[in-house]
């Protein structure tokens, strides 16, 4: 009987999430509607407006953790209005060839798709179209117990459903062919293998299996594929030019390679090119720093929504992780508004913090904890330490996708 460690959330994988090895052919960078997508808006680089102390001072604890942590290559962007920026990429976007990491890549943003998702299920309720207590049965047929969960209990986390990534067949499946092709009933089907964990609404227990019902609605409710309404509501209301939710394996250029451990041996090995199907609504989309600096203050601020469906989302509730708490898609932890990434080779922080009107986006091309530690959460608390010390992001550490071979840690 094959065993089965502790896991990490995807946040991607937040697996939280949360990936396909088919390799990636020389393609114009496309989205998923096939519309060549325009390069990269240039970024200011260096820490303007930062005394150059306050710069040099993240720039060491920035490279100590990066270093200490064995991030490959990293990219972080701090806005402070008043204060200044920070934006600086370091290490390598690909270990065999040594090409450094630039601050103008795409990478896969993992869980924080949710953040998509979930707004794009909030238009339809100021549409009138849904509503956030409606039991997901209305919507979709097969899920255990659906006539007692809701719309907001999927999007708050505490629908009791288990969690597909914690199944032991879907985590053989995926990692024995990581190019395959998987779809939104398929996924689901390995979670409801197993009993639901708990009764509707009473506790937090983080589950893609519900964002992906939420994917599942949004195109029944509105007739069009995810992908599709995604663009046309969320991303173009947005002016978010190079964030996209890929159909396949599709990854546009620049890309740094990903590196992760989340195989079935437990070596590390380059994801880059895994197909993030299995994601799909909860962990599948594509984003780079511009954009997600953008996408922090909107998602936090509710610049797309109605104030009172804003105010919805921002209902937080504990997590059972101190300094924690959740809403609809979203997370605030230590005051910062957002969410975080992670799927296999890829880590991602898009936050915000209202009282200073301050934004924090990170991009790393691994997923590979150190000592029990997700890489950006603690690249993420060693800024804000720093920067904010009265408000210290700390995310606690979420179950892996999949379950490499237990191995002593150092």
Request: cysteine-free; aromatic content about 8%; charged content about 20%.
């Amino acid at each position: 009987m094959r065993r089965t460690p502790t896991r990490r959330l995807f946040a991607a994988a937040a697996v939280l999430v949360a990936s396909l090895l088919a390799p990636l052919a020389t393609v114009p960078a496309t989205a998923a509607t096939g519309a060549v997508l325009p390069a990269p808006a240039p970024v200011d680089h260096g820490g303007d407006g930062f005394s150059p102390e306050l710069t040099a001072r993240l720039d060491k604890v920035i490279e100590d953790v990066r270093t200490q942590a064995g991030i490959p290559g990293l990219v972080a962007g701090l806005w402070m209005p008043g204060k200044g920026r920070y934006v600086r990429a370091s290490g390598v976007a690909d270990k065999v060839t040594g090409e450094p990491m630039s601050t103008d890549v795409f990478v896969r943003i993992g869980s924080e798709t949710k953040t998509f998702t979930v707004t794009a299920l909030l238009k339809l309720v100021d549409d009138g179209r849904i509503k956030l207590d409606d039991p997901i049965a209305k919507y979709i047929a097969g899920v255990p117990n659906g006539w007692k969960i809701t719309l907001r209990h999927l999007a708050e986390m505490r629908s009791g459903l288990f969690p597909y990534t914690d199944d032991e067949d879907f985590q053989q499946d995926l990692l024995s062919d990581p190019s395959r092709y998987f779809s939104p009933y398929e996924v689901l089907s390995y979670g409801y293998k197993h009993k639901n964990t708990f009764a509707p609404g009473a506790q937090f227990q983080y589950s893609n299996s519900n964002l992906i019902l939420l994917g599942l609605v949004i195109e029944k409710v509105s007739g069009h594929r995810l992908v599709d309404f995604l663009e046309k509501r969320v991303l173009r209301p947005a002016k978010l030019r190079h964030t996209l939710l890929p159909e396949g394996t599709e990854f546009p250029e620049p890309h740094p390679r990903g590196y992760t451990n989340q195989t079935l041996s437990g070596e590390v090995t380059d994801s880059t090119d895994w197909n993030p199907s299995w994601a799909w609504a909860a962990g599948a989309m594509i984003s780079n720093l511009e954009d997600l600096r953008r996408w922090a203050r909107i998602v936090a601020t509710g610049e797309l929504l109605s104030p009172e469906t804003q105010a919805q989302r921002l209902k937080f509730l504990p997590t059972g992780f101190p300094g924690t708490s959740y809403g609809l898609g979203i997370f605030n932890s230590g005051g910062w508004i957002g969410h975080n990434g992670s799927i296999p080779g890829y880590e991602t922080v898009t936050v915000y913090l209202p009282s200073q009107k301050a934004t924090l986006v990170l991009m790393l091309n691994t997923d590979i904890t150190s000592q029990g530690q997700e890489p950006s959460s603690l690249v993420a608390r060693a800024i804000t330490q720093v920067v904010t010390p009265n408000n210290v992001y700390d995310r606690p550490v979420p179950p892996r996708v999949a379950a490499p071979a237990v191995r002593p840690t150092a």
